[in-house]
């Protein structure tokens, strides 16, 4: 298994062809940015010097402020690189009219804002502590936020329910930054050597940490696991050779080993990115949004 995961893990966010390919889909999405989301509010989240990082929020019908209502919050995928908000649009679209505050963020990324990794786990964290800061103005139930994302995207989310670090150093602490359950699609979970096994040579260990903008391992989503992490949903193609199944098997398996819920639904053959909408015949995306309405009704977010 060890030596699988060597081999496997190198994936995550090195150049493949299918890495490659991905990104180019990304930068296609790119051009059409700043997105246009029909439907959506937009409010700024957060200012970094003259970049103000915006969120795209989709009510439910007769949405207001004194609802309190459950809230996610969507973190697109690109490798820390491109992408857009709008990635997450029909989920965003779906949950709102099963009754769900449902909104997909925006944070800096390399191609545009030349950051590192770690900048956009700090706006990731920052995303969802604005949320919870705002729950009276939004209508949202600051106890029932949850953080989803796909790809790096949904390392972003990841890091938000199991760093205890990187919050902005301006924000108010007390607030917390952390979501209260967690949604991920094929997200890079495994970032550094993990369990007495080294996953990078030295050459690749290094070119990642110059990526990240830090030691990988700080923002490396299995070596942040506690006891009391956030519940957690993970939907994977087990086709996936851009972030390897087998590393989301052992991202659950320390979860449980740590006393935590954490659910993997893995889909057959199926590779990076099968459950984005517009992607073939939208199937994988139906069915991916249903495991997703089934976690989150098991947790009393939706109603069945």
């Known amino acids: 298994m060890k030596r699988f995961l060597a081999v496997a893990t190198v994936g995550l966010l090195l150049v493949s062809a299918q890495a490659a390919q991905a990104q180019n889909r990304q930068s296609r999405a790119d051009r059409a940015y700043p997105p246009q989301l029909d439907g959506a509010t937009v409010e700024t989240y957060k200012t970094v010097g003259d970049v103000k990082l915006n969120v795209f929020i989709f009510n439910p019908e007769n949405h207001k402020p004194t609802d309190r209502r459950p809230a996610i919050v969507f973190f697109f995928g690109g490798g820390w690189t491109s992408g857009t908000p709008k990635q997450f649009e029909q989920q965003c679209k ?83 930054s952390r979501p209260n359950a967690m949604v991920l699609f094929n997200p890079a979970l495994i970032l550094a050597p993990y369990d007495g096994m080294k996953p990078f040579d030295n050459e690749r260990l290094a070119s990642l940490r110059q990526r990240v903008g830090d030691d990988p391992r700080v923002i490396s989503p299995i070596h942040h696991i ?66 997703m309405d089934k976690f989150l009704e098991s947790l009393g977010y939706l109603k069945p």
Not at 95 to 108: E, K, N
Not at 153 to 171: F, K, M, P, Q, R
């Open 94 to 176: 779906h949950l709102a009219s099963r009754g769900m505050v449902a909104m997909t963020a925006d944070y800096r990324v390399a191609s545009r804002h030349q950051t590192k990794a770690i900048d956009c786990v700090r706006d990731g964290k920052s995303a969802v502590r604005w949320v919870r800061e705002n729950a009276e103005r939004l209508g949202v139930d600051p106890d029932k936020i949850v953080a989803g994302g796909g790809s790096a995207g949904g390392h972003v989310a990841a890091c938000t329910g199991l760093v205890a670090e990187l919050d902005e150093a301006e924000e108010a602490k007390d607030i917390s």
């Open 226 to 291: 506690a006891a009391d992490a956030p519940p957690t949903l993970i939907l994977h193609g087990k086709g996936d050779t851009t972030v390897p199944y087998k590393t989301a098997e052992l991202f659950c398996e320390a979860m449980h080993s740590a006393g935590n819920r954490c659910e993997l639904v893995g889909y057959e053959d199926q590779p990076h990115g099968f459950f984005n909408y517009g992607r073939g015949d939208n199937s994988n995306y139906e069915k991916t949004v249903a495991a």
